[in-house]
């Protein structure tokens, strides 16, 4: 009896077990690496709002309030949320301002933005007399 040359079935199975190994691996990895980008564009949007809330805060023309203030905005194409909260320092003239940004989210603003914050930035405003 002559033997055909071809795989047979148990390498055939064995092949493909391997196949499978190797593309969910590499499908998990893709996986991680799409998150990893989609935080990073979350992290980066939300710098450069709270880079440009502090500047808006520093070149008023008068001196922020002390306190809490949040509001909205859209940047990129996407809703996003801003809280800041500012307090006096030990310097008269100037006050420190803590902003935390996080994605808009559906139900509307909550009261302590900083628990699912993206990013918080802190700085310091002049108070001009």
């Not at 306190?67 to 307090?87: D, H, T, V, Y």
Request: overall charge neutral; cysteine-free.
């Amino acid at each position: 009896m002559k033997r055909s040359a071809g795989f047979t079935l148990l390498e055939v199975l064995v092949a493909l077990a391997i196949f499978a190994l190797v593309a969910a691996s590499v499908l998990s990895a893709t996986a991680r690496s799409l998150q990893t980008a989609a935080r990073l564009e979350d992290k980066t949007l939300a710098m450069w709002i709270a880079d440009n809330r502090l500047t808006e805060l520093q070149l008023a023309a008068s001196a922020p309030a002390e306190g809490r203030e949040q509001g909205e905005l859209e940047f990129a194409g996407r809703r996003w949320q801003w809280q800041s909260e500012i307090k006096a320092t030990s310097e008269p003239g100037m006050r420190r301002v803590t902003l935390w940004v996080a994605p808009h989210e559906q139900a509307g603003l909550r009261d302590d933005l900083s628990e699912r914050a993206v990013v918080s930035l802190n700085g310091f405003v002049e108070v001009r007399p």
